[in-house]
């Protein structure tokens, strides 16, 4: 199987606005979408549209792109990477269950290439490794969600070296070529169907279903400086939490935006 070397990316499956605009047609989530080569972040070329529901601006190459907690997000050539604009949100709890909604998606769409799972809150693994990662932000108007954008990387065609233990790619791991083309548009629908068409206990029930951490060990890592705290992961709530047992008997909820969660990935194993 291929593995840490550099793959080399056949053109023919790449990110194409001719075959993107061909394909891409009946799904709201990329209903008015705007294709680039190369963009900073598609978070940045989003704001320069006109607002409106299901915008969507795709990047084959990013080269500041973001991630979570402040972190770079790698955006070569191979990959995909996309921001999308929801509208009408009805109230500050959906912001978070929005994320759950479309890690769900990518789950979803990426099980037609290989077996994955869902990391909470938001990226969809493999093998222990990183897929997908997805990043929202809230824009308010009068304390009030005017809109969310949402933000996906998607480790396509692109290659990772074994130094790098937390991430890889669909061609790593199957050692096929993705039309990236074809995978992204998958994405689009499954998009429409777990944020227009599922219920959110629905989505909830998959989502817990796909979960990697329940009844895992976790370690929450506070990003603000407080102590670690080891447990075991027992549910994930509507609002997007996550519930955990707490080495001293103590139920714990964590809130997504302050803390990473360790010891779902292959290299934090051996910290155990
Ligand atoms: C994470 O840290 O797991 C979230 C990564 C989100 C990356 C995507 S790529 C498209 C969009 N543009 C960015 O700059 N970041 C998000």
Redesign the pocket.
């Known amino acids: 199987m291929p593995g840490s070397k550099v793959m080399k990316i056949n053109k023919k499956y790449c990110l194409c606005e001719k075959r993107l605009k061909e394909i891409v047609k009946d799904t709201v989530i990329g209903s008015k979408l705007h294709f680039f080569n190369s963009v900073t972040?598609?978070?940045d070329e989003i704001l320069k549209f006109e607002e409106s529901e299901g915008l969507t601006v795709v990047a084959a190459h990013?080269t500041k792109?973001?991630?979570?907690l402040g972190?770079i997000?790698e955006?070569n050539t191979g990959g995909i990477?996309?921001?999308f604009m929801l509208k009408n949100i009805n109230n500050s709890v959906d912001a978070p269950f929005i994320t759950l909604i479309c890690a769900l998606a990518v789950q979803r769409a990426l099980s037609e290439y290989i077996s994955c799972e869902i990391k909470w809150p938001n990226?969809v693994v493999s093998n222990g490794k990183k897929l997908c990662?997805?990043?929202t932000k809230s824009s308010l108007c009068d304390g009030k969600i005017k809109n969310i954008l949402v933000?996906?990387?998607v480790n396509a065609n692109n290659s990772f070296s074994s130094e790098l233990v937390y991430a890889t790619s669909l061609k790593q791991l199957t050692g096929k070529d993705i039309d990236e083309n074809e995978l992204l548009y998958k994405i689009l629908k499954e998009l429409d169907i777990c944020y227009y068409e599922k219920s959110r206990k629905e989505v909830l029930e998959e989502y817990t279903k796909a979960c990697v951490n329940i009844g895992r060990k976790v370690t929450i890592h506070y990003t603000n400086g407080l102590s670690d705290v080891v447990g075991v992961c027992d549910d994930i709530l509507f609002d997007g939490t996550m519930n955990v047992i707490c080495e001293n008997g103590k139920t714990l909820n964590v809130n997504s935006g302050e803390v990473s969660v360790k010891g779902i990935y292959e290299s934090e194993r051996t910290e155990k």
């Open positions: 972040s598609t978070f990013q792109g973001s991630g979570r972190r997000w955006s990477y996309f921001s990226d990662g997805i990043l933000g996906i990387g």
